[in-house]
């Protein structure tokens, strides 16, 4: 997968990545992940693990994400298995608020 965003950025913007700042998560610290990223001089932070101050934006956002998708499933009545299906589209919904809010601020400040 990052494979692929590293691709995507290389031939989207012509720029390379620089730095990766993950979790000592599994799917981030293994043999090929740790083979790729110095063939492409990419430098791999790691945080502590369960420190969510040292993950901050990120932890923030997963639990919004989760407790809204919580929410609407309660409201809403909407059965357990469709639980993915919500909080992905919940995650899009997010997104595109704040590609809209991000626009606007550049353009009136």
């Known amino acids: 997968m990052f ?3 590293y691709a995507y950025i290389q031939n989207r913007f012509n720029i390379g990545v620089q730095i990766i700042r993950t979790d000592n998560g599994t ?8 083979n790729f990223l ?4 990419v ?3 790691t945080s502590c693990p369960d420190t969510s101050p040292q993950n901050g934006v990120a932890e923030r956002k997963n639990r919004y994400l989760l407790e809204i ?8 009545n909407v059965p357990k298995f469709l639980w993915s299906e ?3 589209t919940n995650c899009y919904l997010s997104n595109q608020s704040d590609a809209i809010r991000s626009s606007w601020d550049e353009d009136y400040v």
């Open 27 to 34: 799917e981030y610290v293994n043999h090929e992940f740790g």
């Open 86 to 88: 919500v909080v992905m």
């Open 69 to 76: 998708a919580r929410s609407l499933m309660f409201t809403m």
């Open 43 to 45: 430098l791999h932070q």
């Open 38 to 41: 110095p063939e492409k001089a």
């Open 3 to 5: 494979r692929d965003f």
